[in-house]
């Protein structure tokens, strides 16, 4: 029977080594959770903090049908082989996929350097990956980016 100065972590033999086992993964729970947080909110201007959104958003590769590289992701734009030139992030400012006779397309609505609003398609029939790959992928970078632009806009 315990005492009343005694408590019951010393009636659990390995109790110390329980309790640092579980600090120990739940401080390592903490800090991966605190650095994929950061990855969402930097605007990377550091090669330090582009390091770490990469790290969390490595640049992706879509292929086409015939296994050639044809979408280009990374934490700050797409890149796309019809295209002549890539679409910031920052730059878009609608996305919808419309249904073509040939299949789906993503549209997205974007400004270029003047201002002018441009549309840019990718018909993702002609992707390796399926529909559903191919959006969410970009849909979860473009998220990225959102939650990073609002987070610099509030701080």
């Known amino acids: 029977m315990v005492g009343g100065e005694e408590s019951w972590f010393a009636e659990i033999g390995d109790a ?30 550091t090669p330090e903090e582009i390091a770490h959104v990469e790290r969390f958003f490595p640049v992706r590769e879509v292929l086409n049908k015939e296994g050639r590289p044809a979408l280009h992701v ?3 734009k797409l890149s796309f082989a019809e295209w002549e030139r890539a679409v910031p992030f920052s730059s ?22 003047a201002g002018k609003k441009q549309n840019h398609k ?8 399926s529909n559903e790959q191919v959006l969410d992928l970009i849909g979860t970078y473009y998220g990225r980016h959102q939650v990073a632009k609002q987070h610099a806009t509030q701080s």
């Open 74 to 76: 990374d934490f700050e």
């Open 16 to 45: 110390e080594r329980i309790e640092l086992e579980l600090w120990t993964a739940y401080e390592a729970r903490f800090q991966a959770a605190h650095e994929q947080s950061l990855a969402y909110r930097y605007l990377p201007s």
């Open 122 to 129: 990718i018909s993702l029939k002609t992707l390796a990956m």
């Open 92 to 113: 878009i400012h609608g996305l919808k996929v419309d249904d073509g006779i040939l299949g789906k397309v993503l549209v997205i609505s974007a400004l270029d350097d």
